[in-house]
């Protein structure tokens, strides 16, 4: 357990639909991320959010609507997706953002098919 | 700007050395190493920060050459619970000054008894 949590783990959903994948933290942590992480590709930064603000978006397309209401949770609204968007969803979070001695840690990730 | 890492994948028999190499074309403060197992979330090993710094984990090691914009990750003696995909990650300062972990496409090691 590496104390960031996400829901579901596997989610099937169709092109029409809309669903939202949730990551919470209790580690105190000020940062939290969003990586996408498709097969023979790397781990993708998707957005970024600090202090619940977002600090970074990765030129994502607009069917991946990202939430922070507070510093402990990060959600994913999922829309309209591709079959191009089924992948492994990973969360992150770390304590001190902009400082280069911080680890992040992952969720286990929720692996996503698009049908 | 993603590192690059090489090689893409290992095949060792357990007991034998490995090296994961990192490089960046952008100069570089600080470099991250995860281990990701199959269906597992990628989990921290250790961070360098300053040229030359050389770190311990278990018997994986790593050192860092500011200069050269690169890192190497030694695994000694290796065990079979070594399998796994390993990332270098480095980070650079986006546009709002907010530094964010860009990882490489990762080195898949396989440790055979």
């Known amino acids: 357990e590496t104390g960031v949590t996400q829901t579901p783990r596997h989610l099937v959903m169709g092109m029409t639909n809309k669903k939202s994948l949730k990551c919470e933290q209790h580690?105190?942590?000020?940062?939290m991320y969003w990586y996408k992480q498709s097969a023979k590709k790397p781990l993708e930064l998707m957005f970024v959010y600090n202090f619940k603000e977002q600090t970074e978006n990765n030129s994502v397309p607009s069917r991946f609507s990202p939430e922070c209401p507070n510093s402990s949770h990060l959600f994913l609204h999922l829309h309209t997706l591709q079959p191009e968007d089924s992948a492994l969803y990973l969360c992150?979070?770390?304590?001190?953002?902009?400082?280069?001695?911080?680890?992040?840690?992952f969720g286990q990730g929720t692996r996503l098919t698009v049908v | 700007q993603q590192p690059v890492q090489s090689p893409q994948a290992v095949i060792l028999r357990e007991g034998e050395d490995a090296v994961i190499n990192c490089s960046s074309s952008k100069a570089l403060y600080s470099v991250h190493w995860y281990r990701q197992k199959h269906g597992e979330a990628p989990v921290f090993l250790m961070i360098?920060?300053?040229?030359?710094e050389q770190k311990g984990h278990e018997k994986i090691s790593a050192s860092f050459n500011e200069k050269k914009q690169q890192s190497s990750l030694y695994l000694t003696a290796s065990q079979l619970s070594y399998s796994g995909t390993y990332f270098c990650?480095?980070?650079?300062?986006?546009?709002?000054?907010?530094?964010?972990?860009?990882f490489g496409k990762g080195t898949m090691l396989l440790v055979s008894p």
């Open positions: 992150a979070s770390s304590s001190f953002p902009g400082t280069t001695n911080t680890e992040a840690f």
């Open positions: 360098l920060l300053k040229g030359g």
């Open positions: 580690l105190g942590h000020n940062a």
């Open positions: 990650g480095t980070l650079s300062v986006g546009s709002s000054g907010y530094s964010t972990l860009t």
